[in-house]
């Protein structure tokens, strides 16, 4: 049962335009999500979070969009840049599991200059 | 180190071998997670330990697979009779348990296995 879904494997933006990407949950009880970045070779790096109390978090260049009634969240960047390529992971919390994140299946950004 | 490290960073060993992978952690993070990703895959929840208590070991995958986390701080997983679906990168995290900040996760580079 796969509780947090990114339905789209790969994405490719240009350079200097935005880039949205999505992710889907069914878990009702997940209070806190999170993005994650990786790069081949390396393990994931921490991005942006979101509370479930909150609908919109912005961090410089990227904005995390939460939309509770839809168990649905997006990562925008904006301006999206060559060095944003990489792998983002999706995760999200569910506060009686204690620590523990359940993981999207990931989505392949590609900027191309 | 300052980060997690993890060795080995690659493993390729035969079918029905047992294997070690380690996992040094952040100095004072009490709390340790395995993950494993498998081609194609997300990362797949294996097993957590914070502190003292009980590690959660809700996701590993069959009895082949154990952890141990010796005095609060190293921790080894280990794949007895490995199988070819085992192959995977092998991801272990770290985190100061205590920190309202959620997103304070630390990963190492993973150890990359590979059952031929």
């Known amino acids: 049962d796969q509780q947090v879904k990114q339905n789209s494997p790969s994405l490719s933006v240009q350079e200097g335009r935005i880039s949205i990407l999505n992710c889907d949950y069914t878990?009702?009880?997940?209070?806190?999500f999170l993005w994650y970045k990786k790069y081949p070779a390396e393990g994931p790096t921490f991005l942006i979070s979101?509370?479930?109390?909150?609908d919109k978090n912005e961090d410089g260049r990227f904005t995390v969009f939460l939309n509770k009634s839809a168990k649905h969240l997006s990562l925008h960047i904006v301006p999206s840049q060559p060095g944003d390529s990489a792998v983002y992971f999706c995760?999200?919390?569910?506060?009686?599991?204690?620590?523990?994140?359940?993981f999207g299946e990931g989505t392949q950004l590609t900027v191309n200059p | 180190g300052a980060g997690v490290s993890q060795s080995p960073s690659n493993k390729v060993t035969e079918k029905g071998k047992d294997v070690e992978l380690r996992c040094d952690p952040i100095?004072?993070?009490?709390?340790l997670y395995w993950y494993r990703q498998s081609l194609g895959q997300g990362l797949e929840f294996l097993i957590y330990?914070?502190?003292?208590?009980?590690?959660?070991k809700s996701g590993l995958p069959s009895d082949r697979f154990s952890a141990e986390r010796t005095g609060g701080s190293v921790s080894t997983l280990t794949i007895q009779r490995t199988q070819q679906e085992d192959s995977a990168v092998y991801l272990c995290?770290?985190?100061?348990?205590?920190?309202?900040?959620?997103?304070?996760?630390?990963f190492g580079d993973g150890t990359r296995l590979s059952i031929l």
């Open positions: 995290a770290s985190s100061l348990r205590s920190t309202p900040n959620r997103a304070a996760w630390y």
């Open positions: 878990n009702s009880m997940f209070d806190y």
């Open positions: 979101i509370s479930s109390i909150k």
């Open positions: 995760a999200a919390r569910e506060e009686t599991s204690g620590s523990r994140l359940t």
């Open positions: 100095s004072g993070h009490t709390a």
């Open positions: 330990f914070q502190g003292n208590s009980a590690p959660d």
